[in-house]
C-alpha cells in the first residue's frame, strides 16, 4: 500500500482524520495546549512559517536570532516557552507567525510533535504554511560545515520512503520535499558568502551509531572497510548527509499539505571520521548556518518586519 | 541473523566492539563528556544502578525524590545537571553511585543515550550495574494509574524481537529483560498498597498516534473497530501496556551484561480511548509511582544510606 503527497485546496492544513471533528475537545498533550484550555486560532491564526529543530537551545537561539536580525520588538529580551507545562517539546515566538519548536531526536520524537503540530495549525485555521526543518547531521564526502538543502529524503537503503506502521502492518509513504522551496533556499544561500551550500540526498536512519556505520559505539560488528563501503554506497547513490528525522518529516508534512525543507549543517566529514571532536565554538557557529540561511529566507520571502502579512 | 542476550564475566560492562581500545579519547558527544576531558573512574566508577527516563524533568525529580527518601546529604537543594553542556540528555545524581538520565522519547533517542551511557560505563569501569527504565505508558485492560514491571518487550507485531539496521541490513536482537529482577520489583511493589502493580509484556513502537493506533491523529486511516481489534489482539498476546523505547532498551542492555528492567505507569488505559484527560496532578502523581518503586527496591537492595556499598 503507497500514499501520496497531496496538497489540499484553499491553502489549509490537510487532516486527513474523519474522526478529529467529531471530537468535543482535543488536547494536545506533548505541547501541554488544548482546544478548551487555549484559544488557539486566536494564538496561532497568523502563523505562515514554522521552524523546527532537534535541540530546545538551538530553538531558543533561533528565535532570538530572528528577532535580533529582523529588527524585531522584543529583541534580546528572555523569551517565553509557549509549551512551558511540557518537557517533550519547547516553542518560542521567532517573529509575527513564526513559531520556532523543537523535536527531539529520531523519528518517533519528531513525529510526536508533527502531529500535534499538524493539528495546532488545523485547529487555529492556519493558511498556506510553510515549515522547515533545521539540524545538524553527518555529512559525506562534503566539508565540515557544509549546509545541505535536501531534494529528497531516503532511507537506510538509499530509497525515497518511510515506512510508517498501522496496526501493526506497514505504509509506504513518499518523502518527496518541496522542490521550489528547494531553489528558493539555494538561491538565498547565495547571499551568504562564507559556507558551502549543496542541494542533495539525505539520508534518515534510526540509529546514530550502529544504524550510520559508526565505529565507535557500545556494539560494533563490522570492520572501517565494510563501514566505508557502505557510506560510499549511500554517496554513490547521491546522498551527501545523514540525520535521524527527514523522511518522517517529509512524508508527513507532504500528506497535510505542509511546504516542507530540510535544511541541515554537517558537524564532520563521515568519509574521515566518526566522532564529533570540533570545539564547542565551531560547533555553535556551525549550526548558526542553517538559523542565518533560514533568517535571510525569512527577510527575502516576507520583508518582515515591514512585509504585507504584518 | 540473531544476536543473543550474553552476560559477561567480571561484573564489567560487556562492550562488544574491538575499535573502541585502539581510539585515543572517546567524546561521549550527547552527554557533553569525554575521556580526555573528564576523569570517568572517579566520577562515575562507583556506580551500581542507572535510572533512565524520557522526560529531563522527571529525572530531576526523581534524584530529588530519592534524596529526600533515602535522607541522604543534599537533599532539597538544587541538583545539577551533569550533562549540562549538552540539552540532548539530562543527567542528575539520585544518591551515591546512582545517576538518574534522560533519553527523549523514542527508540532512536533512547539508543543514542544507551551506546554513550554503556560507554560511559565501560571507562569508568563500573562492575555490576542494574539499569532500570521507568516511564508513562498507555496500559491496555489495566486501570489508569497501574504500574507495569516488563517481562518482555515486544513489538507490534507482538513479537519479543528488535530489529536493528546495520550498514542497511536487519539484524535480529533479543528483547529479554531480567526475570529476578522483574520478581524483585513485584515484591518490593507489594510494600506500596495505594496502586496496583503486575507483570505483562510491553510492546514498543516507532510512533505514538498511527503505531499505536490512536484514532486523534492528524492522520488515521482505520476505524474504531479495527482500532480495537488489533489492541484486543496485543491484549490477548499478553500486552499491558504500550511504550516507545523497551526493545531497544532490552536489547542493548542484554547485549552488553546490564541486568534491566523497565517499569512505566499507564496514564490511561487504551481500550477505554486515546487522549490523556487526566489533570496534571493526577498524572503528576501517577508519574510518581515509579519512582516510589523504584527508590522502594534501593533501600531493600542496598540499605541506603546506611549500606555496604558507601
Given at each position: ?138 555529512g559525506l564526502g562534503i566539508?565540515?560545515?557544509s549546509?545541505v ?49 549543496l542541494i542533495g540526498h539525505t ?32 554517496y554513490?547513490?547521491g546522498v551527501r548527509n ?24 554537517a ?44
Open positions: 500500500m503507497t500514499e501520496t503527497t497531496g496538497y489540499s485546496g484553499g491553502g489549509f492544513v490537510h487532516i486527513k482524520n474523519p474522526h478529529l471533528d467529531s471530537m468535543e475537545e482535543d488536547i494536545l498533550y506533548h505541547l501541554d495546549l488544548g482546544t478548551k484550555t487555549h484559544n488557539l486560532p486566536a494564538m496561532f491564526g497568523d502563523i505562515k512559517f514554522v521552524c523546527v529543530g532537534g535541540s530546545p537551545n538551538r530553538m531558543r537561539a533561533f528565535a532570538q536570532f530572528v528577532q535580533r536580525e529582523l529588527g524585531l520588538a522584543g529583541a534580546g529580551e528572555e523569551l517565553p516557552d509557549i509549551c512551558a507545562g511540557s518537557d517533550r517539546c519547547a516553542m518560542y515566538r521567532a517573529g509575527p507567525g513564526s513559531p520556532s519548536a523543537s523535536h527531539g531526536m529520531g523519528i518517533p520524537s519528531i513525529s510526536i510533535m508533527l502531529h500535534e503540530l499538524i493539528k495546532l495549525l488545523h485547529h487555529a485555521k492556519c493558511r498556506d504554511v510553510t515549515i522547515i526543518r533545521i539540524g545538524t547531521s553527518g566539508e565540515a560545515g549546509v538543502i535536501t531534494d529528497t529524503a531516503v532511507d537506510s537503503s538509499f530509497q525515497p520512503r518511510f515506512e510508517q506502521v498501522v496496526l501493526g502492518d506497514v505504509v509506504l509513504r513518499s518523502t518527496e520535499l518541496d522542490k521550489d522551496l528547494a531553489e528558493e533556499l539555494l538561491a538565498c544561500s547565495r547571499e551568504i558568502a562564507d559556507f558551502p551550500t539520508m534518515c536512519t534510526y540509529d546514530f551509531y550502529e544504524g550510520q556505520g559508526r565505529l565507535d559505539s557500545a556494539l560494533c560488528s563490522f570492520s572501517s572497510e565494510k563501514k566505508l563501503e557502505y557510506l560510499r554506497r549511500a554513490d547513490a545523514i540525520e535521524m528525522e527527514s523522511t518522517a518529516f517529509a512524508a508527513l508534512c507532504g500528506l497535510c499539505g505542509l511546504k516542507a525543507a530540510v535544511v541541515c549543517v558537524l564532520l566529514d563521515r568519509l574521515e571520521g566518526d566522532q564529533i571532536r570540533a570545539s564547542h565554538e565551531v560547533l555553535w557557529e556551525y549550526q548558526q548556518r542553517p538559523q542565518r540561511l533560514i533568517a535571510a529566507f525569512i527577510h527575502q520571502r516576507w520583508g518582515w518586519p515591514k512585509g504585507p502579512t504584518h
